[in-house]
């Protein structure tokens, strides 16, 4: 079957890093996607991976490595804004999306 | 902004009635696809559209169908509806054809609850 695996709630302090771990098991697969989501909002898009090795935009990075079916995303200098829900994707040899619960981060002062 | 717009935000209807849910993407876009999204869960993917032919569907019962138009405007339909359909529904559109790896823009979704 098809699984993504990410943590349910996280806490980090202001201004510091947190690493947000996703873990996946998909039929083929054509990259993996980082959503952020804030409450009662829709997700929007923060990444992509399809190749292994780090991708940096700006205090958001994300990592992948396919043969470990493995991605983090990892927020740098964080702000209060910052909380919300990061929700992973992996898409399948189909093209369509299959997505983790969300990990909820919680930032405080 | 994503330029994607769903309409209406919120809806309230009761056990057995039928619903439409309506979502505008952006222009040229001619991927949409539907899902829905319980409370402190990931989206669950109940089908996509491309140029106004079905691309592929989730585990979602005949009762949820959809359409696409060729104005970029798009449906969901839910009969009979259950209490269990009770969630925030999206729509997200992506500009791509058939089978590309292609990023998924949301709108902000409309937020139905079943009585």
């Known amino acids: 079957g098809q699984n993504i695996d990410q943590p349910t709630e996280m806490t980090a302090t202001e201004g510091a890093i947190v690493q947000i771990n996703c873990t996946y098991q998909t039929s083929g697969f054509n990259g993996l996607f980082w959503y952020q989501q804030h409450a009662g909002e829709a997700p929007t898009f923060l990444s992509y991976?399809?190749l292994d090795g780090l991708e940096e935009k700006g205090r958001f990075s994300s990592f992948l490595s396919r043969s470990k079916g493995y991605s983090y995303l990892l927020l740098k200098e964080l702000q209060m804004k910052d909380s919300a829900s990061y929700l992973c994707?992996?898409?399948?040899?189909?093209?369509?999306?299959?997505w983790g619960a969300g990990t909820k981060l919680i930032i405080k002062p | 902004e994503t330029g994607v717009t769903q309409s209406p935000t919120h809806l309230i209807k009761t056990r057995g009635q039928q619903v439409t849910l309506r979502c505008s993407s952006q222009s040229g876009h001619n991927t949409v696809s539907w899902y829905q999204q319980a409370l402190g869960q990931g989206p669950q993917f109940i089908f996509q559209y491309y140029r106004e032919e079905e691309n592929g569907r989730g585990n979602f019962p005949p009762r949820f169908s959809g359409l696409q138009f060729p104005n970029y405007s798009s449906e969901l339909n839910v009969n009979a509806l259950e209490l269990d359909d009770s969630a925030l529904y999206l729509c997200a559109s992506s500009l791509g054809g058939l089978r590309q790896q292609e990023t998924q823009y949301f709108g902000p979704g409309t937020r139905l609850l079943v009585l």
């Open positions: 991976n399809v």
């Open positions: 994707a992996a898409m399948d040899s189909n093209y369509q999306l299959i």
